[in-house]
DNA sequence: TTTAAATTAAAACGCATGTTTAAAATGCGC
DNA sequence: GCGCATTTTAAACATGCGTTTTAATTTAAA
């Protein structure tokens, strides 16, 4: 005997469903509760508001993320060498692990995250700063100790470069794999872009300086 | 007796700072022709749309990047050797000519291109292709002869990632250079971001597949 | 069963957007 | 200086948004 979904959890579903699609700022709330069939009303009963409701969305895959990848990281950081092809094979399982959120979770989260970036500023990125800085921070320290030679500096672009790449990635990642497959006649999956995407990532971030 | 600017061009010049800063769908009219000093209907008297206003923006400098990229490429490729960085060194000079466009205009132009990926899907993709595409193949073979070893679809993610990487650069840029001062006590300028970028870049698509 | 709280529902509010309209102003060849 | 085409102006339009309100309904404890 299963209970029918709850109200609150029928508005994040179809909510996250169309802010992975369309961007926050692009999904109005009437989509949201039509897409749920709930009240218009009601998100803002049981949400309180619009932004309140993205960062629940985002909550739900960040409190599942971010422990996971704690430990891949400090579990790396007690090895005696350290590589930032190892570093980014920290996300790997974190990532997979998103399939128990929901379905296509690490596409989804994925595609959240460059949305999160690209239109709210400063909101977003200080609540995961708030809430997981000592992640971040252990991640920056764990591509310090592979690249040692980069200056902090350089280490801070270089990781808002392989952010970037990530986060457009996924978020151009339906168009241009509709591209991809009439250009080259294959069909290339979410996942396999990631597994194309790591090596780009680790090749730029080892790149000498100048 | 310098002839005062024609209403067309205080449009595009206000539209593109504004554009520049907050992207094109956070930007209305009403912001653009008050900054402009013009009336709210101009911007469709003389344009039609504000879609249309949005591809005159980006032709003004497409039409100034395109033809100079073009050249370096053809040039590049007469050469025995090409290496990738090489490729991405031909940018640095048709970037830099944007200057005459508009003061800042390379920084400008970066941020114009990194909302129109991330904010108008199909639209503006589809103008360039059209009206630019033979020197975006002419890139796409640079890129290959520099590394053979990649297959086509292989080199087609990586130059996605690449463009992610320098969009998503340029846009959360003014937000990076504050955090970056802040943490590292050091001002960085806007060419010192491509300055840091290109490296990565290279590193990146030289990266082995596997 | 009664009653108070929690939830859902329909409607409206206030505001901002891109666009259109129609009149006023301006520029310019004759 | 006249007359016509171009341009500018102010106002309104239609639409969509997030949010609020108020009433109806459901839930669950007494």
């Given at each position: 005997m299963v209970k029918r979904l709850t109200t609150k959890d029928k508005i994040l579903n179809a909510a996250e469903a169309l802010f992975a699609e369309h961007g926050f700022e692009q999904t109005s709330l009437r989509q949201i509760t039509a897409d749920a069939q709930v009240n218009l009303a009601s998100v803002n009963?049981?949400?309180?508001?619009?932004?309140?409701?993205?960062?629940?969305?985002?909550?739900?895959?960040?409190?599942v993320l971010m422990p996971a990848l704690h430990q891949e990281l400090q579990t790396l950081s007690q090895q005696p060498q350290i590589t930032t092809r190892a570093v980014f094979d920290c996300f790997r399982g974190p990532l997979q692990e998103l399939i128990h959120v929901c379905r296509q979770g690490p596409t989804i989260f994925l595609s959240l995250l460059g949305f999160a970036y690209t239109e709210i500023q400063g909101h977003l990125r200080?609540?995961?700063?708030?809430?997981?800085?000592?992640?971040?921070?252990?991640?920056?320290?764990?591509?310090?100790?592979?690249?040692?030679?980069l200056s902090p500096a350089e280490?801070?672009?270089?990781?808002?470069?392989?952010?970037?790449?990530?986060?457009?990635?996924?978020?151009?990642g339906p168009a241009l794999r509709e591209i991809a497959a009439a250009d080259f006649g294959e069909a290339i999956e979410a996942d396999d872009v990631l597994e194309r995407l790591i090596p780009f990532l680790a090749g730029g971030v080892d790149a000498p300086s100048k």
């Open positions: 009963y049981h949400f309180g508001s619009k932004k309140a409701l993205i960062q629940a969305v985002m909550a739900r895959y960040l409190e200080r609540y995961t700063m708030a809430h997981f800085g000592d992640v971040i921070q252990l991640l920056l320290t764990l591509l310090h100790a592979a690249n040692p030679q280490m801070f672009w270089r990781l808002h470069f392989v952010l970037g790449a990530t986060v457009f990635a996924q978020v151009s």
